[in-house]
């Protein structure tokens, strides 16, 4: 939360067009915050994309079109195991780029389905880092109440921005202080 993930994609797909190349952009549509389709930077910078959900078949997508210069995944912590592996397979297979945009971990602490595929499968690995108030490295994210308490427990997957979540460094994860 709060690293420059979706910047990053953005400008990615920026440097591709700027050459000419093409280039297909997608975003769970789980994640409305900005509307259904929309990668949007906290800068304000944003973008239509097309949008996947766990019915999303890679294979087929890109079996029946030929594929772009590159493709770009944001919010990839929403990708099941089964579409890691078919955008792991594209990239192998047509010399594809896809380069993926996601959070390692819950709210709890444990992988998303989608990240810890990422983690096995990606050929490389970028951490993006942020800071916690303390002003050490975040690299977990906690979830508040509308009170700006800290939540538990809960579903995996409730959407939600800065109001809803806040990137923490470990010691504050464990122990509610820095």
């Known amino acids: 939360m709060n690293a420059g993930k979706s910047t990053s994609l953005l400008q990615v797909a920026h440097n591709y067009e700027e050459r000419g190349q093409s280039v297909d952009l997608y975003t769970a549509r789980v994640d409305d915050r900005y509307g259904v389709g929309n990668v949007t930077s906290r800068l304000g910078v944003t973008r239509d994309a097309a949008t996947f959900t766990a019915e999303t078949n890679f294979a087929t997508i890109y079996g029946a079109k030929p594929t772009p210069s590159c493709v770009l995944i944001d919010e990839a912590q929403f990708l099941s195991e089964a579409q890691v592996t078919q955008l792991h397979r594209l990239a192998h297979t047509s010399s594809t780029p896809v380069i993926c945009y996601g959070l390692r971990s819950d709210f709890q ?53 800065n109001d809803r979540y806040e990137a923490v460094c470990a010691r504050r994860f464990y122990t509610g202080k820095c």
Do not use: H
């Open 109 to 161: 602490g444990k992988p998303f389905p989608g990240s810890k595929a990422l983690l096995t499968l990606a050929d490389d690995l970028e951490e993006m880092k942020t800071i916690c108030r303390c002003g050490r490295k975040a690299t977990m994210n906690v979830r508040l109440d509308a009170s700006g308490n800290r939540i538990t427990e809960g579903a995996q997957v409730e959407i939600g921005g």
